[in-house]
């Protein structure tokens, strides 16, 4: 069964990105599902890939939340995302150097 989870959030993500980029992406996808379908979720993410071709916590946190928006408007609360997506990216470089911790604990 975490076989398939995993599986699945891996699928959102781009397959070719260095380890470090998936597991960011992940983080996002998985912000981006909350009260959203996983269509709508695998779409804003290609967008969002399209819209920023290094889709990684330094390009994230450069961001300004309302751009980033602009590119998932297809999902709920999508300002309320875009602003919790930039600013986990910042403290994400800011406390971590830039690397997605690997326990649920740390990103608390």
């Known amino acids: 069964e975490q076989e398939k989870v995993t599986r699945k959030w891996l699928s959102l993500v781009d397959p070719s ?3 470090e980029v998936r597991r960011f992406q992940v983080l996002v ?3 981006l599902h909350a009260r959203c379908q996983e269509p709508s979720v695998r779409k804003a993410m290609a967008v969002l890939r399209e819209a920023f071709p290094e889709f990684t916590v330094t390009t994230v946190a450069k961001a300004e939340p309302d751009v980033l928006a602009h590119y998932i408007t297809n999902l709920q609360y999508y300002n309320t995302k875009s602003q919790q997506i930039v600013k986990a990216a910042n403290e994400i470089q ?3 150097n830039g690397i997605v911790p690997e326990d649920e604990t740390s990103l608390m």
Do not use: H, M
Request: hydrophobic residues 65%.
């Open 17 to 19: 990105a260095p380890l």
């Open 29 to 31: 996808a998985a912000r």
């Open 94 to 96: 800011d406390i971590f």
